[in-house]
């Protein structure tokens, strides 16, 4: 038998040809050069606009850190973390109570939370303030007992007006945490014998942060601007005091600007602190958790530097 024998034929041991590689050709998006183009315009435009007014900008950088400002900037910080304080614990209060089978307590913690939401927190603020007209003296029994000008100082004024209206988000915030927890996990650990306040502690509560803690800051944010409101009782925070100094000064306007861009200094610190925590929180529920702003920012600059459609 005679086998015929392809003499083109290659070596036994030389792998086949691959696929050709794809040549990807990005999809141009002309929709969205149209939009940056145009929100560049409107850009130029705004600022054309403010340049066009008659704003001494050198008194911004001339008072950004003066002792005043920076004391008002202490005092705004200071109120904010008490009262998010007073809002946090008294919620935490409210929802156990909202929860309760007990309807004496779930109907206090209910209309506590309808009045306070249903006011607005300027009027809390204000009434708080003036209470002064109605009651001469504080009288607490053998506790305490003083004239109530004495007693209801601005910062105590602030944090009720604050702290209490606080409570009242707060509560509805930590009873849809509370909810978001199956219930089973509830009988569970009472069939193992832990009373209910170790359940809510230590079963509870840790897996409702995972849904309190994105919208608590949120409320801290809206906390810090809302403490601005405080001006209208003499408190002098940030903004009261940027007013003073706009009057004493003759730069109301630039001084306004000033406080804007501490409050936006503020709150991107406050953000950034709460996506670490929102991502401290966040260890369990998913499979990898989302990146930090620092890795972001490194994955594209790594990613600046690869061939479009192509492998580094």
């Known amino acids: 038998m005679t086998v015929d024998i392809d003499k083109t034929a290659g070596p036994e041991d030389t792998p086949p040809a ?50 005043r400002i920076i004391n008002g900037v202490l ?19 409210l929802a156990v109570m909202r929860l309760s089978k007990n309807p004496v307590t779930s109907s206090i913690a209910w209309f506590y939370i309808w009045f306070f ?8 603020l204000v009434v708080w303030f003036n209470l002064g007209l109605v009651f001469t003296y504080i009288n607490l029994g053998p506790i305490y007992k003083d004239y109530w000008s004495s007693f209801m100082t601005p910062l105590l004024t602030a944090l009720l007006g604050l702290g209490l209206n606080e409570a009242a988000y707060m509560a509805e915030i930590c009873r849809a945490g509370l909810l978001s927890v199956d219930e089973g996990q509830t009988e ?25 803690v994105p919208p608590t800051g949120n409320e801290v944010i809206n906390m810090l601007k809302t403490t601005s409101l405080v001006a209208v009782i003499q408190y002098s925070e940030l903004f009261r005091v940027a007013q003073d100094i706009g009057q004493t000064s003759g730069a109301p306007a630039e001084m306004l600007f000033l406080a804007a861009a501490w409050y936006l200094l503020l709150t991107s610190v406050f953000s950034v602190g709460q996506y ?12 990898t958790l989302p990146a930090t702003p620092f890795q972001k920012i490194k994955a594209n600059m790594l990613s600046l530097g690869r061939p479009r459609g192509g492998n580094a």
């Open 18 to 67: 691959g696929p050709e590689a794809i040549k990807a050709i990005p999809v141009r998006h002309y929709g969205r050069y149209v939009s940056a183009v145009i929100a560049i315009a409107l850009l130029v435009s705004v600022i054309y606009a403010f340049s066009q007014g008659k704003i001494n900008w050198g008194a911004i950088p001339d008072y950004f850190f003066d002792d």
């Open 75 to 93: 005092k705004t910080l200071l109120l904010t973390v008490l009262s998010m304080l007073i809002g946090v614990v008294g919620g935490v209060l």
């Open 117 to 124: 939401r249903g006011t607005p927190v300027l009027v809390q």
């Open 188 to 212: 569970a650990s009472h069939a193992l014998g832990m009373s209910h306040s170790k359940t809510l502690r230590r079963i509870v509560i840790p897996q409702a942060m995972r849904v309190i």
């Open 276 to 287: 670490y925590l929102e991502r401290y929180y966040a260890r369990g529920s998913s499979r």
